[in-house]
């Protein structure tokens, strides 16, 4: 069974930029979350998909939008990048029990 | 607001010895939750959860106690061991009966476990 794996592994964008993060689930988990953990604090939970539908999202605004696709991998994309979305970006996947398995991140540097 | 406190920023031991990490929640919505480990430039680790149906759940050296009254649980890790060291996050989540499994996250314990 194969884990969560996240692409790329970091990036540095410039203020106003957008940016796609990307996600592939543990096999046979159908539910995909988003979180951003910003240095020092745990991580934020911003939006979660289930078979390709947004169902639950946190308290980011509209430019953080995502995709799911039929296979399940995820995408993450923000547009008009601001200094403050610079941070650890996680997708996690749903287990059987309700636990979520998380992939290593993205680290997003925002010049 | 934050929901899911970890008072304690940090926490030193001894090899061999007991580690306590403590939470506390505010959201009486809470029904499920979680410890999570995490070494530098890695992704979150599961290691134990428990159910509000519960108050202690056991897997090997880890036990999670849950006091639901006070709305506090707390993680035991016995006996400590050097490759602990890392931080924990506790985590919940008010997913019953539903089907959003958002998790709100404490700010970590940085646990150092010493030889």
């Known amino acids: 069974e194969t884990g969560v794996t996240q692409s790329p592994t970091h990036l540095i964008k410039t203020r106003g930029q957008q940016v796609t993060l990307r996600c592939s689930s543990q096999?046979?988990?159908?539910?995909v979350s988003w979180y951003q953990q910003a240095l020092g604090q745990g991580p934020q939970f911003i939006f979660q998909?289930?078979?390709?539908?947004?169902?639950g999202r946190g308290n980011f605004p509209p430019r953080f939008s995502g995709l799911q696709f039929p296979n399940y991998s995820s995408e993450l994309n923000v547009n008009a990048l601001e200094l403050d979305d610079s941070a650890l970006y996680l997708c996690?996947?749903?287990?059987?029990?309700?636990?979520?398995?998380f992939g290593p991140g993205t680290r997003l540097t925002v010049t | 607001d934050q929901q899911v406190k970890q008072n304690s920023p940090s926490l030193s031991v001894q090899e061999g010895r007991i580690s306590i990490l403590n939470c506390d929640y505010t959201n009486s919505m809470f029904d499920y939750f979680l410890w999570y480990k995490k070494y530098p430039a890695e992704g979150p680790t599961f290691l134990i959860s428990?159910?509000?149906?519960?108050d202690k759940n056991e897997d090997g050296r880890f036990t999670v106690f849950l006091n639901k009254s006070a709305k506090h649980l707390s993680l035991h890790i016995v006996p400590s061991q050097p490759g602990d060291s890392a931080v924990y996050f506790c985590?919940?989540?008010?997913?019953?009966?539903?089907?959003?499994?958002?998790?709100?996250f404490g700010k970590g314990t940085l646990l150092t476990v010493n030889p």
């Open positions: 996690a996947s749903r287990g059987s029990f309700d636990e979520q398995y």
């Open positions: 985590a919940a989540s008010a997913a019953s009966g539903g089907s959003n499994y958002k998790l709100t």
């Open positions: 428990i159910s509000s149906i519960k």
């Open positions: 998909y289930y078979r390709e539908e947004e169902n």
């Open positions: 096999s046979g988990h159908n539910t």
